[in-house]
Nanobody
Framework: VQLQASGGGLVQAGGSLRLSCAASGRTFSTYGMGWFRQAPGKEREFVAAINRRGDSTYYAESVKGRLTISRDNAKNTVYLQMSSLKFEDTAVYYC?????????????????WGQGTQVTVSS
């Protein structure tokens, strides 16, 4: 599966953005999906994940209550609604797809990655 992330940009602290990740192929609904981010000089970190049906979600503590992951299997797309953004949310955001099991937070459990989209939050 190929993933194409979009929706990043420059936003002021307290603002909102919605990231999208469009997947190719007919098997999107068989993949769990996740969002990760990587800030300059830091390791890639887990942000949020959603199961194949879209009825279970998982979040990093740092984003709970501010970011919401969702998916539309009919459109082969996963979303990350970001609100109350903080300067420390600045990073390149990557979407990823997984076909197996294991912890959602572990990037090694994902099989496919998108190219990333830059989110910059100005303080």
């Amino acid at each position: 599966v190929q993933l194409q992330a979009s929706g990043g940009g420059l936003v002021q602290a307290g603002g909102s953005l919605r990231l999208s990740c469009a997947a190719s192929g007919r098997t999107f609904s068989t993949y769990g999906m996740g969002w990760f981010r990587q800030a300059p000089g830091k390791e890639r970190e887990f942000v949020a994940a959603i199961n194949r049906r879209g009825d279970s979600t998982y979040y990093a503590e740092s984003v709970k209550g501010r970011l919401t992951i969702s998916r539309d299997n009919a459109k082969n797309t996963v979303y990350l609604q970001m609100s109350s953004l903080k300067f420390e949310d600045t990073a390149v955001y990557y979407c990823a797809a997984r076909s197996g099991s294991g912890w959602y937070e572990n990037p090694n459990n994902y099989n496919y990655w998108g190219q990333g989209t830059q989110v910059t939050v100005s303080s």
